[in-house]
């Protein structure tokens, strides 16, 4: 098996995508796109929201009336706030160093109905999102528009196979530090700055190729590697007719803690369940103990992270009062646990050594009424 990179992260658009090594132990490195002669890079971009870059969007629909517009696809969860909203900030969209006001359309994240969230067909959980796409109009501020710009074309099969080889492309951000949340122990901390020469130092449009490991038609789980930024990158395949798009990155495996964890914040916004929430706690406190017992030594910020949770649980336990808290402080700590979800199921020797998509056929309906 190879090993692991997974990034830690406490924000509610962070998927924790993995990077990972080969089974000789080297890193697999994404390659850079030449964008100034690569067609498809006029159809790839990344979105800004202030100075913060956000994730991956790709065209589908480009509109060249007298108001010319386009129409980008990407992931709901690069919008999500901190109450599981969708942010309204003003936003850019940014391909080819062309920079485009970006209006969200309506979307509505449906967190009660169990159908709205797939499963991983690897570790059967299921995500942590419900239907995590989202499409957005861009405009330029004046007529000047880039004709330039090329939409990119869903394929027509009804089903990819397993085995197919396919591609993603994105933008992934440069790799901080404090977000190197964990190399399997064969690993160094050096590995960090052959981690950022993984994807080229970030900031700039890579791909990474791979193949699908396994497919249930609404998710597929693939072994290109990934990065945080990259979520919404199309996964693509070469076909007799060009490139075709088959599916759109979510981020890393699902765990089984990931979609209780998003609930849970959910009831917190509506009002606080403190048994779910003691019960939530426990329960990855549990998995972490397992772990220990099985004489398996955990990484450093793991054993910290235990050490913190006990705390909390048995705070609940001694009765505090949660209203002495805000529900912003707890959703901070729930974050928290579900940015360390795969660290801990990598830990346990679970496969975590591939990032998941959703299919094309998932989405075709609504890429349909908008195409």
């Avoid at 129409?71 to 920079?99: M, Q, W, Y």
């Avoid at 969230?117 to 957005?136: A, M, Q, V, Y």
């Avoid at 933008?171 to 960090?192: Q, R």
């Avoid at 050490?307 to 649980?313: G, P, Q, Y």
């Amino acid at each position: 098996m190879s090993t692991e990179c997974i990034f830690i992260d406490s924000k509610p658009y962070i998927m924790t995508e993995v990077l990972f090594k080969d089974t000789c132990g080297n890193w697999i490195f994404t390659q850079p796109v030449d964008e100034s002669i690569d067609p498809i890079a006029n159809s790839i971009g990344y979105f800004m929201i202030g100075a913060e870059m956000r994730g991956t969007g790709f065209i589908i629909k480009i509109n060249q009336n007298n108001n010319p517009y386009a129409i980008v696809l990407t992931c709901a969860h690069i919008f999500i706030n901190s109450t599981l909203g969708l942010r309204d900030d003003p936003t850019r969209f940014i391909v080819k160093g062309e920079s485009y006001n970006v209006k969200i359309m309506p979307k509505f994240l449906n967190w009660s109905d169990k159908r709205k969230f797939p499963k991983d067909p690897i570790s059967g959980n299921r995500i942590s999102i419900p239907e995590d796409w989202l499409f957005c109009e861009i405009r330029k501020d004046n007529k000047n528009y880039n004709y330039s710009l090329i939409a990119l074309v869903l394929s027509n099969d009804s089903f990819i196979p397993q085995e197919t080889n396919v591609k993603i492309y994105g933008f992934p951000k440069p790799i901080e530090y404090m977000n190197f949340g964990h190399c399997a122990p064969t690993s160094k901390i050096t590995d960090l700055s052959i981690l950022n020469n993984c994807i080229h130092g970030g900031n700039k449009l890579v791909f990474s190729e791979g193949k699908i490991l396994a497919t249930n038609r609404e998710i597929m789980s693939i072994s290109c590697p990934s990065s945080n930024g990259m979520c919404g990158s199309p996964i693509i395949i070469n076909t007799d007719n060009g490139i075709r798009v088959v599916g759109i990155l979510h981020g890393g495996p699902s765990g089984t803690t990931h979609k209780k964890i998003m609930l849970t914040i959910f009831e917190t916004i509506h009002g606080i369940n403190i048994n779910a929430l003691l019960g939530l706690l426990k329960k990855i406190n549990k998995q972490i103990k397992t772990i220990e017992s099985a004489g398996i030594q955990i990484c450093y910020k793991l054993h910290r992270y235990r050490t913190e949770l006990e705390i909390c649980i048995q705070a609940i336990q001694n009765g505090v009062e949660f209203t002495n808290f805000n529900s912003s402080e707890i959703i901070e700590q729930l974050l928290d646990h579900y940015s360390k979800v795969l660290l801990i199921e990598a830990e346990s020797g679970r496969f975590t050594d591939y990032n998941i998509g959703l299919t094309h056929e998932l989405l075709r309906n609504d890429i349909n009424n908008i195409v």
